[in-house]
């Protein structure tokens, strides 16, 4: 004969054996036969509540915390970072996911052994009907438990913890979303080759056409095009991005004029003189002017002249009033326009591939000054300083656009003919008229009443010129096809482009997480305090086993309840369903005292450190 110990006399009946090695008798075949010692060698069950459950408790408690904080860390250190990958980005949301799952186990599984604690608590101090009893041991597993009426009367504290346990999983759906993807906008400086503006001969030869022994006769078509776009619009050609989303400062020379009241130009040019023998003539700007201007009369309403003595200035003469140019109204417009060679600094901005312009200075350096064959006769021989092909053909495409003269015909109408040109030369090509252009909007062209007399179909919105004034407009157009040069790309520079691009990067929301996890965290806190209070009360450790059910069940009453149900299957007929057990000492337990579920007829309320075997 042995005894069991302690410990195991809680949980496993005592294996009797045959003090004198005899076949036991009547053993079933198969089986080990199980029977009573004598009651003076039975050791009572142990009272204690041991190092195991509250360990568990204290210990999912710390491990979530620890997973929590271990979730912060991890989706703190990717925010604000760039997503590298659609792979990188996977793994993030699948590791983020794997924290808030454990979280949510270790979580779930301190309340699960509270709220045991607290069934058992219940189960000593109350009387709950069989049905109830299932759901008490179903609830952790079922919320279809929460339907059973008499768990609602019997174990409200058990009913919240199970709530708790069920609500706990919602913060592994809440915080994987709080790392999220943004699309934001970087920037970095990279040295690009763009288009640029060089009156080298490879630049600007393209744009000639040749005769003779390979003078310039007169702008080629593909330049008379873009100036064409360039005047009828108003606007700069469009050009290509070296980046959909870029800006850069470009610098560069190029040609522009500089229009000045006729009475500012012979101050600024008085004393100067005429390299060309021919026109030793004329001894004064003044004396040019009159030349130019001499088939004027009161019907002109807009003349303008290249000047075959200058042969980089345009003359202006306009009888329109603008008051933004001259305060007297009755007093015509007269501007000298001369060609220079500018110094150029723009910014160049391109959002979506759209491009805005901004000039950020505009210097003119030195004037383009020289005589009609100088400038034809550029690609054959080695001109002085100042003379550049490209420059005396933009002066060409102006003075076609600018050379005619409006005025009334003797039947009333608006005529417009030829002034005069730089070479006979340039006659064959078609004269374009003003007032295709933007400038035939400036009020120094149409603000006269002359004009308005003709009861002519006008607009008197200044929308199209360009600074309001036909002086800044004329500037303005020039400095405009300049820049449209840069579309042709006939010349590159390197320059440091600031590229706009959109990029994916972390965006992580501590607020939520944080919160869903301290909620959590507190939740879960609570619970397991009043797990340790049911502990208490208890005096032992429960669980839900198959075991604690066979050891809590050893009472003949139960049996009788039980026949013709042992298979356990189906739902509870009311007759047993309605019985009220509680766990408690079983009344009429001979000498010793044992505790096992019954009815109010035969079990009383448990006293904590007796003997119960």
């Not at 760039?82 to 990188?88: D, L």
């Not at 919240?160 to 906008?185: E, G, Q």
């Not at 009888?319 to 417009?333: C, M, R």
């Not at 944080?514 to 305090?529: H, R």
Request: net charge negative; proline share 5%; hydrophobic share 40%.
């Amino acid at each position: 004969m042995f005894r069991l110990n302690r410990n195991e006399a809680e949980n496993e009946p005592a294996l009797v054996q045959n003090p004198d090695h005899d076949t036991p008798s009547q053993k079933t075949p198969g089986t080990t036969a199980y029977a009573s010692p004598s009651r003076d060698e039975i050791a009572p069950a142990a009272w204690g509540i041991g190092w195991r459950v509250p360990t568990m408790m204290i210990g999912f408690l710390i491990a979530g915390a620890m997973f929590s904080m271990g979730h912060h860390l991890y989706y703190q250190s990717l925010d604000s970072t760039r997503v590298n990958s659609v792979n990188q980005q996977t793994w993030a949301i699948r590791i983020g996911t794997g924290f808030a799952f454990l979280i949510k186990s270790f979580l779930v599984s301190a309340v699960g052994i509270a709220a045991v604690q607290v069934m058992w608590a219940t189960l000593r101090r109350k009387f709950v009907k069989l049905r109830g009893i299932d759901g008490m041991f179903s609830i952790l597993s079922s919320p279809l438990a929460l339907l059973t009426p008499n768990l609602w009367v019997c174990a409200k504290t058990l009913i919240i913890l199970a709530i708790m346990s069920w609500l706990i999983p919602l913060t592994s759906v809440i915080t994987p979303a709080t790392l999220s993807i943004n699309l934001l906008t970087t920037t970095n400086v990279t040295q690009m080759r763009v288009p640029t503006v060089n009156f080298v001969n490879s630049f600007w030869l393209p744009w000639a056409t040749f005769e003779g022994a390979g003078f310039i006769a007169a702008p080629a078509a593909g330049i008379n095009r873009l100036f064409t776009a360039t005047y009828s619009s108003s606007e700069v050609v469009p050009f290509s991005a070296p980046s959909p989303n870029s800006s850069y400062t470009l610098d560069f020379w190029g040609p522009s004029y500089k229009c000045q009241r006729l009475s500012e130009a012979i101050v600024e040019m008085e004393g100067m003189t005429f390299t060309d023998s021919s026109l030793n003539n004329y001894s004064s700007l003044q004396k040019v002017w009159d030349h130019e201007t001499s088939k004027l009369n009161f019907t002109t309403l807009y003349s303008g002249a290249a000047s075959t003595v200058l042969n980089n200035t345009l003359f202006i003469y306009a009888t329109g009033a603008n008051p933004l140019w001259n305060d007297n109204a009755t007093q015509p417009t007269e501007l000298v326009c001369q060609l220079w060679n500018t110094s150029y600094v723009i910014d160049l901005n391109f959002t979506n591939g759209v491009r805005s312009l901004t000039p950020v200075s505009t210097k003119h350096v030195a004037p383009a000054n020289w005589n009609s064959r100088a400038g034809s006769y550029t690609p054959l021989e080695p001109q002085g300083p100042g003379v550049n092909g490209g420059f005396y053909l933009t002066h060409l495409l102006f003075s076609r656009i600018m050379q005619s003269t409006l005025y009334i015909s003797s039947v009333g109408t608006l005529e417009s003919v030829l002034t005069s040109s730089i070479s006979d030369d340039t006659l064959t090509f078609t004269q374009l008229s003003i007032m295709q252009s933007g400038l035939f909007a400036c009020p120094e062209l149409w603000n006269s009443s002359d004009y308005k007399m003709m009861l002519l179909g006008f607009d008197e919105s200044t929308t199209l010129c360009r600074n309001k004034t036909l002086a800044r407009a004329i500037e303005d157009l020039s400095h405009n096809f300049t820049y449209s040069l840069l579309s042709l790309n006939a010349a590159n520079t390197s320059v440091p482009v600031t590229v706009s691009s959109p990029q994916n990067f972390y965006a992580y929301d501590s607020k939520n997480l944080l919160a869903a996890y301290m909620t959590a965290l507190g939740v879960t806190i609570v619970c397991v305090i009043v797990g340790f209070f049911a502990l208490r009360e208890n005096g032992a450790a429960h669980n839900t086993s198959f075991s604690s059910m066979l050891m809590t069940t050893r009472n003949p009453e139960l049996d009788e309840l039980a026949k013709g149900h042992c298979l356990g299957a189906g739902e509870l007929p009311d007759k047993i369903g309605d019985v009220q057990l509680r766990f408690g000492e079983v009344e009429g337990s001979e000498q010793y005292k044992r505790a096992a579920f019954g009815t109010k007829e035969s079990v009383t309320p448990l006293s904590k450190g007796e003997d119960y075997y």
